[in-house]
């Protein structure tokens, strides 16, 4: 079984910086894929940045160039949020999940999520 869980939300004034982190346990097989999703209120959850056991990484269009997933040796996630705009506030979401591969292509698949941790950037 695998648990992950968020910390490092917070408020912040547009323009800074803040630092979430995700402690997983269980497999290093059902935590291959790893990843920080959001949901802004009234919105759709949406993928912020993933990162997965080779170290690839994604990021959505909007946080590129300003977040900086990452993740050691312990399966702890972080994420770097640096110039912080006020469409980043929502809820920060961990998950985890294996990969699998089917016609030569590797797709994650979320199955574990954490309670989520708020972050809230301000003018």
């Known amino acids: 079984q695998v648990e992950v869980a968020e910390s490092g939300g917070g408020s912040v004034q547009a323009g800074g910086s803040l630092r979430l982190s995700c402690g997983a346990t269980?497999?290093?097989?059902?935590?291959?894929?790893m990843a920080w999703y959001r949901q802004a209120p009234g919105k759709a959850r949406e993928m912020v940045a993933s990162?997965?056991?080779?170290?690839?990484t994604t990021y959505a269009e909007s946080v590129k160039g300003r977040f900086t997933i990452s993740k050691d040796s312990a399966r702890n996630l972080y994420l770097e949020m640096s110039r912080l705009q006020n469409e980043d506030t929502g809820m920060y979401y961990c998950?985890?999940?294996?990969?699998?591969?089917?016609?030569?292509?590797?797709?994650?698949?979320?199955?574990?999520w954490g309670q989520g941790t708020q972050v809230t950037v301000s003018s």
């Open positions: 998950a985890a999940g294996p990969a699998h591969e089917f016609m030569s292509r590797e797709s994650c698949e979320w199955n574990y």
């Open positions: 269980g497999s290093t097989y059902l935590t291959y894929c």
């Open positions: 990162i997965k056991g080779d170290g690839s």
